[in-house]
């Protein structure tokens, strides 16, 4: 993003807080376009450009939240390492934090709190200067469910306005889901008129006002979705999923989602503020399947230890943050580097795991679909080519030895899953081979490979480096609602602890962990 525009989202984000007048702006060079019951003219579909950019521009920070405030807070501390990408480097945070299930209570509440209320806040501005109709409307409901999804993927329920009478009011993990499922079909039927149109790109981070674009992200998320239900609810995640691939989800890296947000969010928690550092988990993945994106993913160790990229455990007790920085490896981000949100890589996983589950018009076999999305990987990272690595049917995950004067212990491997494709393996392995590779991909997205590895329980992980407070598991199936919820909404809370089935803690499940 160059200067220009940084100054353009800045002043679009004060009108925001100010609640400043705002006035509308018009485009000119739009064609008439119909939709089901309307004829909507090009004025109408460019109204509210201007008076809406500043809403959306900060639905677009909490849907995608490269700010680096906002990306520690929701993606950085929670995603990135209970997903196994990232661990704390930061010795202040060694002793309570989420991959020990003991993060501080303001941990705990900060997506609850401070980005939820923003997000929705924002879709509520558009929806009514919109009067929910037009591309900025259906752009906003796309954005909504990516915020939504993600913290109902944390906490396991979410107040979303499912009870008319009680904004605070949680609804359930499942009516959560098909409430956005419901929204990207409201999305994509709006979005679809249009796409051969560009729309409000000034203020368009992600796509430039490229509506063809913003209709397969909404496709592309209603798969994603799809895949997570596919246990919980096989015939709607069935009907979901085959609906989603025939409408046409991304399919190539030209148009993932990605976002430039400068600095980037991983460079200023990774690289300027050195709070976090490669994790084991995926370092002996990528070491033991001499994996190219290793060197595309992580920086070179300031002080080696036989091997370039040198992983931290999980739940480390960091006793020094300067010799941690120096011992482990940072991520491989600039100030510049796009936020990758979602993928053609990843759509080609789903969809391989689509055929897994029985699913018609997938695209291809289990086999094509698999190797298609490592290329996809291979391509996005500027890897090379993916053909002997694909043809690869003895690599495994390496052990774990930990750095020289290093603050975790050595670890044999945990999984002897391989690279290449065996139409002759049982289901469970051609999952486990297929859910190990799309995590790898999913990278950096901490909280998609979070909820995959809870919902597959592949890839197979480390054991925490320190204890987890009597828990038994390796990785949190959720986080506790926010602390103040008890004494401020206590009814809805006692409610919302109803509605996940179990306690309030680190242990219940997630509605869609039913494999």
Same mark, same amino acid.
């Given at each position: 993003?160059? +200067? ?13 807080v ?12 739009f ?8 004829k ?16 959306l ?14 990306y520690?807070?929701?993606e950085?501390?929670i ?15 060694s002793d ?17 709190? +401070?980005s ?5 806040s ?16 259906a ?6 469910a ?11 329920a ?9 904004d605070?009011?949680y609804?359930?993990?499942?009516? =959560? ?11 994509a039927?709006?979005?679809?008129p ?7 790109d000034?203020?368009?981070? =992600? ?22 239900m ?7 995640a069935k ?28 460079y ?26 290793? /060197? ?35 991520a +491989?981000?600039?100030?510049?580097? /796009?936020g ?9 996983f ?6 897994l589950?029985?699913?018609?018009g ?6 094509d ?7 996809? !990987? ?7 080519s ?64 979070? !909820? ?11 054991? =925490? ?9 390796? =990785? ?32 219940t499940?997630?509605?869609?962990q039913?494999?």
């Open positions: 993003m160059n +200067n220009k525009h940084i100054l353009k989202s800045m002043a679009l984000g004060a009108l925001l100010g609640g400043l007048a705002m006035q509308t702006a018009c485009t000119a060079g064609e008439e376009a119909n939709r089901p019951g309307h909507v003219s090009a004025d109408e579909l460019d109204r509210d450009n201007y008076s809406t950019s500043s809403f521009t900060q639905l677009v920070n909490e849907a995608f939240p490269e700010q680096e405030n906002t520690q807070m929701t950085d501390l995603g990135n390492y209970l997903g196994r990408y990232m661990t704390y480097a930061n010795n202040g945070f309570k934090n989420f991959a020990r299930f003991n993060a501080p209570n303001g941990w705990v509440s900060w997506p609850f709190n +401070n939820l209320p923003k997000a929705t924002a879709f509520k501005a558009i929806a009514a200067k919109t009067g929910r109709e037009g591309v900025l409307y752009q906003a409901l796309v954005l909504r990516q915020v939504y999804q993600r913290y109902v993927d944390m906490y396991g979410l107040p979303v306005g499912l009870e008319q009478d009680d605070a009011a609804s359930s993990q499942e009516d =959560v889901y098909k409430l956005l499922v419901a929204n990207l079909d409201t999305a039927l709006l979005l679809k249009f796409n051969s149109s560009t729309v409000n000034e203020n368009d981070k =992600v796509y430039e006002g490229k509506v063809s674009k913003w209709y397969k992200l909404a496709n592309s998320l209603k798969l994603r979705m799809a895949i997570r596919r246990y919980a609810d096989p015939a709607f009907k979901t999923g085959e609906a989603a691939v025939a409408a046409g989800v991304i399919t190539s890296n030209d148009d993932n989602c990605a976002v430039t947000y400068v600095p980037n969010g991983q200023k928690t990774s690289i300027e503020w050195g709070d976090s550092r490669a994790c084991a988990d995926l370092e002996c993945f990528l070491t033991g399947y001499a994996d190219p994106r290793l /060197r595309t993913y992580f920086k070179p160790a300031q002080k080696t230890s036989g091997r370039a990229i040198v992983g931290c455990l999980a739940g480390a007790k960091i006793e020094n943050k300067k010799k941690a920085n120096e011992i482990y490896s940072a +491989n981000v600039g100030q510049n580097t /796009r990758v949100w979602l993928t053609a890589a990843e759509m080609a789903c969809r391989a795991e689509g055929v589950a029985g699913w018609s997938m695209g291809g076999t289990a086999k679909l698999y190797e298609e999305g490592v290329k996809l !990987s291979f391509e996005q990272w500027g890897a090379g993916a053909a002997s690595y694909l043809e690869n049917s003895t690599a495994k995950q390496a052990d774990y030895t930990d750095a020289e004067g290093g603050f975790g212990q050595s670890q044999a491997a945990v999984s002897t899953i391989t690279i290449k494709w065996n139409d002759g393996a049982t289901a469970e392995e051609k999952l486990e081979r297929l859910m190990t590779q799309k995590w790898i991909a999913l990278f950096p997205d901490g909280q998609e490979a979070w !909820s995959e590895l809870r919902r597959t329980g592949y890839p197979k992980v480390f054991p =925490v480096a320190q204890s987890t407070s009597g828990y038994s598991l390796k =990785v949190p199936n959720r986080i506790p609602f926010a602390v103040d919820e008890l004494t401020k909404n206590p009814t809805n809370y006692r409610k919302a602890v109803q509605l996940i089935g179990g306690n309030d803690d680190y242990a499940k997630m509605w869609w039913k494999k």
